[in-house]
């Protein structure tokens, strides 16, 4: 069996070091707001090359918090992806505001920006792009239909931490970054944990307000604010890992590259790698039209799967009363039914890659051809 994540290899690798990190804090006895989390903090700003970090509970609360602190209210818009985990438009609404959906390009699974194009309102706030399983969103475009919009650019970068649009950290492009630490990220914590990664010290200061309760003087509280804090704990498993992140994300991408050799002659569509951005392969996700039988298949013979995401969030129950319907987004609902991801993590050892390659060969072998399958 390969499962599609295993942490436990890299778990024990630093687990002496987490635990005399957590035996320190323990005899402190400062668990929130203290240096571990201001020097997390820090670090992980220079990582995304930003001024400021705003450590948050969870990356939904990232996401919720700065379109909280930029203003956002009812009946404004945010144009974003339904090609996400839903955290990204229930941060929307959240503020009262509406989710407007865009279609994505087929190729990188990211917003398309002449589907933004064509969705912005008079009430459009906001843009929204979803740097997915480690690949950049094409950004200029993007950032020049806020330009001339006059909207501001959140960035979600829960999965793509350490990735690069043509040479610059994401995170960093928009106004702001929000990141998620949850446990399968690729710098992720034994919980819980977020953050938001901007230059603003405007932003900064409103954010820091906002997850304390609105309160900038304990006791004295200036609006409504929140409960979001990161604990000590969690920082310092971060700040153990984080200096591991750059070679972890190449270890992911040589699994990647050993997988794109290994089916480069199978009917499948291998990830596409864009010109202006790395990609550190949060997901290694391949297209086929028979997805359901391949993914049984393989499981059959031991291989762990995923599919992200099988229901695109505008055709999600939750949504319904948006009023979207099937076809309204042809590219985002034909990727949903044909993308399934592979296991990829850093510590995976040869022998794993070649058995999952292997089997992934047996069962494509055994497909028929569709010469209708394309982009």
């Known amino acids: 069996m390969v499962p599609i994540l295993d942490l436990s ?19 402190s006895g400062r668990f929130i707001l203290g240096s571990q ?13 930003s001024r400021y970090g705003i450590a948050v509970a969870s990356g939904t609360d990232a996401l919720h918090l700065i379109l909280r602190a930029c203003g ?26 509406t989710p407007v959906f865009a279609d994505i390009d087929p190729r990188t699974f990211n917003l ?35 330009r001339d919009h006059h909207l501001f650019v959140i960035e979600d970068c829960a999965q793509a931490i350490g990735t690069l649009y043509r040479g610059q950290a994401v995170g960093s492009l928009g106004l702001g970054g929000c990141l998620s630490f949850y446990p399968t990220k690729n710098l992720g914590a034994f919980g819980d944990g977020g953050m938001v990664v901007t230059s603003s010290l405007g932003l900064n200061h409103r954010l820091k307000q906002l997850r304390t309760h609105g309160s900038k003087t304990r006791y004295l509280h200036e609006e409504v604010g929140y409960t979001s804090r990161l604990d000590e ?30 089916f480069a002659d199978l009917p499948v569509l291998t990830p596409y790698c864009a010109p202006f951005s790395n990609h550190t392969y949060h997901q290694y996700t391949l297209r086929t ?4 039988q391949v993914v049984a298949e393989l499981k059959a013979l031991g291989i762990g799967t995923m599919v992200y995401y099988p229901v695109p969030i505008h055709l999600q129950k939750a949504y319904r009363a948006l009023g979207y319907q099937p ?45 209708a399958f394309s982009l």
């Open 37 to 49: 989390g201001e020097l997390l903090e820090q670090e992980v700003a220079q990582v995304c090359q």
């Open 327 to 371: 076809g309204d987004l042809p590219h985002t609902e034909r990727v949903a039914q044909e993308v399934f991801s592979l296991p990829i993590f850093p510590e995976m050892t040869h022998e794993q890659q070649e058995q999952v390659a292997q089997a992934v060969r047996k069962v494509l072998w055994q497909q028929p051809v569709d010469p």
């Open 112 to 146: 398309a920006p002449q589907s933004v194009a064509q969705r912005i309102t008079k009430r459009t706030r906001a843009i929204l792009p979803v740097h997915l399983f480690g690949q950049a969103a094409d950004m200029d475009p993007l950032l020049e239909l806020a």
């Open 289 to 292: 039209a028979h997805r359901d």
């Open 233 to 262: 704990l969690q920082a310092a498993v971060l700040r153990i890992k984080l200096p591991h992140l750059a070679r972890w994300n190449a270890a992911r991408a040589q699994v990647a590259q050993f997988y794109n050799q290994s």
């Open 9 to 27: 290899a890299q778990t024990a690798l630093l687990r002496p070091e987490i635990e005399r990190a957590f035996a320190e804090i323990l005899t």
């Open 72 to 97: 956002l209210k009812p009946g404004d818009e945010v144009i974003t992806s339904s090609f996400s985990f839903i955290a990204t438009a229930e941060a929307i609404s959240y503020c009262g505001a």
